[in-house]
């Protein structure tokens, strides 16, 4: 016998289901501050992490680098950088070392975004009336929770499945 957790099915005890509902409605939340920007939430934080790179001045971002850190795969960063591009917030060039490498930087007009959200963030956050130190102690936790769960992503459960 062994000395498994006991588990239940039940919808409100499931954490992967508080996340989803709780990121629809952050998402949900941000969405009026978003049109105001003209982006979309994946574009927003595509656009978070390269004020924050434009800021820092590294070397020649790479999209390659943009999706490591958006956890997205290429299929899903390509569209949207592209709308990037269009809406003339964002330069894509290849790099004439490697052709495979496609360096990315801030537009001019992306660059001066980052006030516009700033701003609305900010109000965003004092209309919301969220405690800024429980969400703080949140995303700690949920830094931890992604860390404890990166390797799931192998994990096939081990035996027969039980029915």
């Known amino acids: 016998m062994t000395n498994a957790p006991t588990v239940s099915l039940a919808l409100d005890d499931q954490l992967c289901f508080k ?4 990121s629809r409605a952050v998402t949900r939340a941000y969405k009026p501050m978003l049109d ?5 939430y994946p574009q927003y934080v595509a656009m978070l992490v390269l004020w924050e790179w434009h ?3 590294p070397a020649q971002p790479t999209v390659k680098a943009l999706g490591e850190r958006l956890m997205l795969d290429s299929g899903t960063l390509t569209p949207l950088l592209k709308r990037l591009e269009q809406l003339g917030l964002v330069r894509r060039q290849r790099s004439a070392m490697d052709e495979r490498e496609v360096h990315l930087g801030l537009s001019e007009a992306g660059a001066r975004l980052h006030d516009e959200a700033h701003s609305l963030k900010t109000r965003l956050l004092c209309d919301s009336g969220v ?3 429980q969400a703080d102690a949140l995303r700690k936790g949920l830094d931890q929770l992604l860390a404890q769960i990166k390797g799931l992503s192998s994990w096939a459960p081990t035996g027969p499945a039980r029915h």
Do not use: V
Not at 19 to 22: E, G, V
Not at 36 to 40: E, I, V
């Open 36 to 40: 105001q920007l003209g982006l979309t």
């Open 19 to 22: 996340l989803y509902a709780a």
């Open 55 to 57: 800021a820092t001045k």
């Open 131 to 133: 405690d800024l130190n």
